[in-house]
């Protein structure tokens, strides 16, 4: 007997256990996880900035989680600080930028930590990710040597103020859309650290003035950096539309003259020998003498 | 008897006249007080727009909640909407030795602007110049030809050619007389025969368009298309504004579109960034109808060393249909 | 000038009989089943018709052509013939000018049904571009209506008078306002140097007009690159089709006027016959034009001019095209040629074919040039391949030409459709002649 309800008694324990527990997974159930997709670049004497892409599994397919507030944390050490937020738009990105990294701190290597937390909605659940990275230098000038224009770029470790040698470099115009690449797809830096690419002739630019960029694609330590060189080494763009001439396919205030005048006296001398005859219609009706 | 007949039309002429305008002035007076109290009124309440979540859901949303997009301010976004960008001129190089059928550039076209007709503004032909030459698959946007007989023969101004080399639609000017479409020797033009059918979805993201006055501009024609108008393929100016590329150049699978400024000389189809002038000497770029003087701003590239037979494109070739109406 | 009573009773307005009557209900019937389905692809679009992306004009557009090519009638009889001193001309000239004036009216009118939004016609006027063909299309039509108008106007001023006299007792109203109508007319010498003066200055501008009008129209598909259409013989090709159309119209109508109001005594069979001869120069010079545009081609046998050939001579629109062609020019043509052909009731029914020819002609030069674009037609349904019009359009086109037909009912029930005074003038004129030759 006594068995027989302590029996009892644990089942319905287990079961009452169970079913408490099961409401508490079906309400975290509801709501899908998160993933973050974050990449950090550096605009070298301006802007660093993260790009974080938030997205969700649902139903073995990628979603965009738009509308997710973000907020972005410095972490040294054991402590926290928090830099600000940012809210991801329709397609799940969002961009936090960062003025200086001064206002941030590296820990002891010198590398930067920085912790992206969601802290969840009505459909998602929670999540994090850490980005951590270190500070690179790309010092980029134009060189011209005999009359031939290149581009020299310098990658440096910041903190440690070395020359990292071996590392992959893209040299590009600013272009719309897309940039366009200058010399080889791969650069590779010397010892020194440094790579140095021929400026093709002949590349149009505004005023001939061409934006460079030297570029650290997507390091594991360094994130993307990213130097800009302007150069007046392009050939001026010359407006060939023909928007301000007089033509045939013109908006009305620039028809060709041929056009405006010699149909308007035309239709002036006619209509006017229909007035004229109109008016004589009115004088046969006013002259009713005999 | 004749005067007191007089005088008394004159009198109810008087009066009436008198009458008249009072009733005028007051009830352009009445008309404009109450516009502005439903000004008034709108602003007050708070604007509700209806807005579709990520998993599918309409809700609606105080307009003021609505966090604006961020847009890329990187270049000159102001400049008069009839004269379009300043320092650019877009051209579109059209790779035929890529070219599949795959028909997602067309797809994603019909997508973004929401086309209902029967008629699609990106067309993928089945060309075969004679039948001991090979055939191939040409797909063909507008020209956006720099001598433009459509915009010649438009009598109220309703397609203009702008500074940027886009030829645009305004469809709030367009009459219907449809002189533009027999103009065009490459048949790109379409015509609204009937009111234009949006399935729900489409509706929802048109309205939520409207709320916002950036999208009424002729940028935006053919979003939504108007019944007794005429629409074609844009060059996707709303896309170029926010530094993207057009909708049927990321949508191709095989890289067949370049798009880009031939003032800087590059064209790029998403991946591949080159020099326009190099593309089109190495690889014998060409127009459409040259001959007959359009200057069109899309240049083709020869169907050459093909990589994938024509035939596997026939899969998709559908010759009485070009726009999936189940889409929506 | 005294007018006798007899020919002022032969000549003036009569009163319709049971035909009549019929005949303009059955009008104002079809008028207003036109209207109703106008109103209805209004409200729908212009999905009513069988218009598509590629036969983007129809039967609307060469409606329009017809009726424009039907107007210059008015210059050709009134203007050219006056030019060349063909004084057979009087009888008929106010018959031309009746049609012309419908068919210019009804031209303006039908345009506007083509367009996809009526509710923006003032564009047409406020943002104007004077490169568009179609606005000089807005610019000319307008103008000839005024001249035609004008054409018509003058010369009724004495048969206004003439007539307000005639109808003083029996219709008093009627006489009021042909009375108003006659700008107090009385045969003064300064009014008549004036109206004579005017005539001839109007008679005049006809000419450049008119061949401005056709020409004009000519180049709404001349200025364009669609093969058939960009050819540069159209101008003259127009104008030369125009006479064909307005001259058949011409015998058409004077034949049923004729008899209606028993006029044999004025139209003759002489008119006929002058008309007849007049009929067959159009038509010859219409036929040079015509073998210019579809034979000589197949000389070169340009790829798209063969296929577009190809398409009249062997395709869909085969049959209309041998109709046209053959009972549309050649036969009139050779009827035409022989006396015998020339009699008022041949004539009558060699007028109808011409004038129904010259219609289809007009959908022959209009569609078949679309059905065949440079780029392949794919991509469409099936139905876009081929064009018939539907429903709405035949009843709104019909609806427009028992409109025209109306006006010129309603012109000669209460116009006098033979000058009045200047009958009289000329009978003065003969009897003189006969008594001075005595």
């Known amino acids: 007997m006594l068995i027989n309800r302590s029996v009892f008694l644990a089942l319905v324990g287990c079961f009452l256990y169970t079913v408490m527990f099961n409401s508490v997974y079906a309400q975290q159930d509801e709501k899908n996880t998160v993933r973050f997709k974050a990449y950090y670049t550096k605009i070298m004497d301006s802007i660093s900035y993260f790009n974080v892409t938030v997205f969700s599994r649902i139903d073995k397919e990628n979603v965009d989680v738009a509308n997710a507030e973000l907020t972005f944390y410095n972490e040294v050490g054991d402590e926290e600080f928090e830099l600000g937020t940012a809210k991801t738009n329709m397609n799940g990105e969002c961009k936090f930028v960062l003025d200086n990294l001064n206002k941030i701190k590296p820990d002891s290597t010198n590398t930067y930590n920085i912790n992206i937390k969601f802290k969840g909605n009505d459909a998602f659940k929670r999540a994090s990710k850490s980005l951590s990275f270190k500070d690179a230098t790309i010092l980029a000038k134009l060189i011209t040597k005999d009359s031939i224009n290149y581009i020299s770029g310098t990658l440096k470790d910041t903190s440690t103020d070395s020359v990292l040698s071996d590392r992959l470099l893209n040299v590009q115009v600013q272009r719309l859309f897309r940039n366009l690449r200058i010399g080889e797809e791969f650069n590779t830096t010397d010892e020194d650290g440094t790579i140095i690419v021929p400026v093709e002739e002949g590349i149009p630019g505004v005023d001939g003035i061409l934006t460079f960029e030297v570029v650290l694609q997507d390091s594991e330590d360094y994130g993307t950096v990213r130097a800009l060189v302007k150069a007046p080494i392009g050939t001026p763009i010359k407006d060939e539309s023909t928007f301000d001439e007089r033509t045939m396919w013109s908006p009305r205030n620039k028809t060709p003259l041929f056009l405006l005048i010699f149909p308007n006296l035309l239709i002036l001398g006619i209509w006017g020998i229909i007035v004229y005859l109109i008016i004589n219609l009115f004088k046969i009706s006013k002259s009713k003498i005999q | ?328 | 000038m005294e007018v006798s009573k007899k020919l002022v009773n032969d000549l003036a307005p009569q009163k319709f009989g049971k035909k009549g009557v019929i005949w303009t209900t059955s009008l104002i019937i079809i008028s207003i089943a036109g209207i109703i389905a106008y109103i209805d692809q209004v409200r729908k679009g212009q999905i009513v018709t069988n218009m598509n992306d590629y036969a983007l004009w129809g039967i609307y557009i060469s409606n329009f052509v017809f009726f424009v090519a039907t107007s210059f009638v008015g210059a050709v009889t009134v203007a050219i013939l006056r030019l060349t001193k063909n004084s057979w001309r009087t009888p008929i000239v106010r018959i031309a000018e009746i049609i012309s004036v419908a068919a210019i009216i009804m031209a303006g009118i039908t345009i506007m049904i083509d367009m996809g939004r009526p509710d923006r016609l003032l564009n047409l006027f406020i943002h104007a571009r004077m490169q568009s063909p179609i606005t000089w299309d807005v610019i000319i039509i307008p103008t000839s209506i005024a001249v035609c108008l004008l054409l018509l106007y003058f010369p009724l001023l004495p048969d206004f008078a003439i007539l307000k006299n005639y109808f003083s007792e029996t219709k008093p109203k009627l006489s009021k306002w042909y009375g108003k109508l006659s700008m107090n007319w009385t045969g003064s010498e300064k009014q008549k140097s004036i109206q004579l003066k005017s005539i001839h200055i109007v008679a005049l501008l006809t000419i450049p007009v008119g061949f401005m009008l056709q020409t004009v129209d000519a180049w709404l598909f001349s200025t364009l690159f669609r093969v058939g259409w960009d050819s540069t013989n159209l101008g003259a090709y127009f104008i030369s089709g125009a006479a064909v159309a307005g001259i058949g119209a011409l015998v058409a109508v004077i034949y049923i006027v004729r008899r209606a109001n028993h006029l044999e005594e004025y139209i003759t069979e002489f008119h006929f016959d002058k008309l007849g001869k007049f009929l067959v120069l159009v038509c010859l010079i219409y036929l040079y034009f015509n073998i210019n545009e579809y034979v000589i081609p197949e000389f070169t046998s340009k790829k798209e001019e063969l296929t577009h050939l190809n398409h009249l001579y062997s395709g869909q629109f085969a049959p209309l095209f041998w109709f046209v062609n053959i009972g549309g020019l050649i036969i009139p043509i050779i009827v035409l040629l022989f006396k015998k052909g020339r009699k008022p009731l041949t004539m009558f029914f060699i007028a109808l074919l011409v004038v129904v020819g010259s219609w289809w002609k007009r959908f022959l030069i209009v569609t078949p040039t679309l059905l065949l674009p440079f780029l392949p037609v794919q991509g469409v349904p099936e139905s876009w391949h081929h064009y018939f019009p539907s429903f709405h359009e035949w009843i709104i086109t019909l609806a427009t030409l028992a409109m025209a037909l109306l006006i010129i009912t309603v012109l000669v029930r209460y116009l006098p459709v033979i000058p009045i005074q200047r009958t009289a003038d000329e009978q003065e004129l003969l009897k003189k002649e006969e008594k001075s030759n005595q």
């Open chain 2, 1 to 328: 008897m004749e005067d007191n007949t007089k005088n008394s039309r004159r009198k109810f002429l008087d009066k009436g006249l008198k009458i008249g305008i009072a009733t005028a002035i007051g009830s352009i007076g009445l008309s404009k007080i109450t516009g502005k109290l439903n000004a008034k009124n709108e602003k007050a309440s708070g604007e509700k727009m209806e807005l579709m979540t990520t998993d599918g859901t309409i809700i609606e949303v105080d307009a003021s909640e609505v966090m604006e997009v961020q847009h890329s301010h990187d270049h000159d976004t102001k400049y008069n909407l009839r004269e379009g960008m300043p320092n650019r001129k877009f051209v579109m190089v059209i790779d035929l030795a890529k070219c599949k059928n795959a028909l997602k550039c067309q797809q994603a076209c019909n997508k973004h602007h929401y086309i209902t007709g029967e008629h699609a503004w990106l067309k993928v032909y089945k060309m075969q110049e004679e039948e001991d030459t090979a055939p191939y698959w040409m797909p063909t946007t507008c020209m956006h030809c720099d001598h433009p007989a459509c915009v010649t023969v438009c009598p109220v101004d309703a397609t203009f050619k702008r500074r940027d080399g886009l030829v645009l639609i305004d469809n709030d000017r367009c009459i219907g007389c449809r002189f533009c479409m027999a103009a065009c020797p490459y048949s790109t033009r379409v015509f609204n025969w009937k009111e234009p059918e949006y399935g729900e979805e489409a509706e929802v993201m048109l309205n939520m368009h409207h709320a916002d006055e950036k999208y009424n501009s002729i940028e935006y024609t053919g979003m939504p298309s108007k019944i007794g108008t005429v629409d074609k393929c844009d060059f996707c100016p709303h896309m170029i504004h926010k530094n993207e590329l057009p909708h049927c150049v990321t949508a191709c699978p095989n890289g067949v579109f370049y798009f880009g400024d031939k003032y800087e000389d590059t064209v790029t189809n998403g991946a591949e960034t080159l020099r326009l002038s190099k593309l089109l000497k190495d690889k014998n770029g060409y127009r459409l109808m040259e001959g007959l003087g359009t200057k069109p701003s899309v240049f083709y590239l020869p169907p050459v060393d093909r990589l994938v037979d024509f035939e596997e494109g026939l899969n998709f070739y559908t010759n009485y249909n070009s726009v999936n109406k189940s889409e929506y």
